[in-house]
């Protein structure tokens, strides 16, 4: 009788599927043009993205102009002056135009249907630091913006990423012990003394990230302030590598970054 049923539910669910798309017909994420299917962008849409390609660096993912820029590490040189205490980055797109708009709607326009799009390319481009048996683990909200927000957008991508890459995602893993102000408008420096020790490991998660690498989900890279401090809480916690991987990379403003904050090294 159940396997009559279930036979019934999967000749029914493409006609479910079919009137679905007759009243929502798939349309571009962010313009709404029409598409092939849901979740997708429209050509035009696409053709605006601006995808991280080598060369970038790969300790802060930023795009550089040619391979010349890069040290022998691979590092651009502010990188090579100021190590990350993450060991790579990767980025999908440079945090502008439609990309911007993807991740602002996702993260404060509940269009959570923005993070399966965003994994995907998160996917792609970090094939080499999403390593077997890695650990996929977002970078957490407090328990206050959780519950205005409702969700933790890095969580939905960490979720969708460790599916897409076959691996397992720890979601708690990481707690932000204090709340702090959005950074949005902060300096770098001020980004970083507002974030120091506000990232903490979850001591029943101690033994589930000792000696593994692990890579760090987050919706956008900027100064690097939050991601530092959830590796160095990694890191403490005995985690044998970090890595990060995430939607958008910011490129630094040459009037204010040629000299970054130290990332904070665990030694």
Not at 73 to 99: K, M, N, T
Not at 114 to 127: D, K, P, T, Y
Not at 224 to 230: K, L, P
Request: overall charge positive; some cysteine.
């Amino acid at each position: 009788m159940f396997a009559l049923a279930g036979g019934v539910v999967a000749r029914l669910r493409p006609l479910g599927q079919m009137a679905l798309g007759v009243l929502y017909p798939p349309a571009c994420l962010h313009c709404g043009a029409d598409v092939a299917r849901h979740g997708l962008l429209c050509s035009a849409c696409f053709a605006r993205l601006h995808g991280v390609v080598a060369p970038f660096c790969k300790a802060c993912a930023v795009p550089q102009v040619s391979a010349g820029m890069l040290g022998a590490d691979g590092l651009c040189p502010a990188c090579e002056r100021h190590h990350s205490a993450w060991g790579q980055a990767r980025a999908a797109f440079v945090y502008e135009s439609v990309a911007r708009e993807l991740i602002l709607k996702l993260k404060y326009a509940d269009q959570t249907d923005n993070a399966a799009f965003l994994a995907q390319q998160m996917v792609r481009v970090g094939r080499d630091i999403l390593v077997d048996d890695a650990l996929v683990v977002p970078v957490p909200v407090h328990r206050w913006r959780l519950f205005r927000r409702r969700y933790n957008q890095a969580a939905l991508l960490a979720h969708a990423v460790a599916k897409l890459a076959g691996l397992r995602c720890l979601p708690d893993a990481l707690v932000r012990v204090r709340s702090t102000v959005p950074l949005a408008s902060f300096s770098r420096q001020a980004r970083w003394d507002e974030v120091a020790q506000a990232i903490m490991l979850r001591s029943s998660c101690g033994p589930r990230v000792r000696g593994r690498d692990i890579v760090v989900v987050d919706d956008l890279l900027t100064t690097g302030a939050t991601a530092a401090a959830c590796t160095n809480a990694l890191l403490q916690g005995g985690a044998r590598s970090v890595s990060l991987l995430v939607a958008g990379v910011v490129p630094p403003r040459r009037d204010v970054d040629m000299d970054q904050p130290d990332y904070g090294h665990v030694g």
